[in-house]
């Protein structure tokens, strides 16, 4: 169950859009569309932001979207704002039946 | 509104054991597939356990199977972590979490953890 990869870390200028990239294996990302995303504040319980891919529940902006493509995932935030700045981890089902963690992106917004 | 309240955590000697718990309430716990992730200080997150909606599935990671088992009590609506032969790199704060579904799926909705520090 290795991690996932995902850049340690990103930035970007308020109102651009940026990309985090989640790259694994045939047996989880590249195998299945079970791909989520949780946002990260410090000191605080993540959230769920993107779900089965592409998926946002219920009160997320739309400004987070999710596409997969072969073994890497990839998040995208567009109208990059202040509130934004926080870590992000990809998640994925894998082939043993369990979850992995990506080992997470620390976002900053200049 | 869901609210998911972890306790348990707390001081434990190399090869000890602790029982976390969580205390759900705001929904309906027979419905929803259960889990525990941890997150060691200044780390990422860890994916440790899920429950089903009935308790017929639960998986683990590598990194705890053999050592830590997970339960659920659908009359309490609490969720259980059961830890034995804790090591070092056990320490983390253990968050409780609901998925989105009655299977194992992602999680919607997370508890603010529990600390687990294993030292002697």
């Known amino acids: 169950q290795s991690a996932l990869t995902q850049p340690a870390s990103v930035s970007g200028s308020p109102g651009q859009s940026i990309t985090i990239s989640c790259t694994g294996s045939?047996?989880?990302?590249?195998?299945?569309?079970?791909v989520s995303w949780y946002q990260q504040y410090p000191g605080k319980a993540p959230k769920l932001i993107i779900y089965?891919?592409?998926n946002r529940p219920s009160g997320v902006s739309n400004r987070f979207s999710g596409s997969k493509s072969g073994n890497t995932a990839s998040l995208t935030i567009s109208g990059l704002q202040a509130e934004d700045e926080a870590d992000y981890y990809c998640n994925s089902y894998t082939s043993s039946n369990t979850r992995v963690f990506g080992g997470g992106t620390k976002l900053t917004v200049l | 509104e869901v609210r998911l309240l972890e306790s348990g955590g707390g001081l434990v000697q190399p090869g000890g054991s602790l029982r976390l718990s969580c205390a759900a309430s705001?929904?309906?716990?027979?419905?929803?597939?259960m889990g525990w992730v941890r997150q060691a200080p200044g780390k990422g997150l860890e994916w440790v356990s899920q429950i089903s909606s009935s308790a017929g599935n639960t998986d683990y990671a590598d990194s705890v199977k053999g050592r830590f088992t997970i339960s659920r009590d659908n009359s309490k609506n609490t969720l259980f972590l059961q830890m034995n032969s804790l090591r070092a790199e056990d320490a983390a704060t253990y968050y409780c979490?609901?998925?989105?579904?009655?299977?194992?799926?992602?999680?919607?909705?997370w508890g603010q953890g529990t600390l687990v520090t294993v030292s002697s």
């Open positions: 045939n047996s989880d990302v590249g195998g299945y569309n079970y």
């Open positions: 705001g929904f309906t716990f027979t419905n929803y597939a």
């Open positions: 089965d891919v592409s």
């Open positions: 979490a609901k998925s989105l579904s009655s299977d194992i799926s992602d999680f919607g909705y």
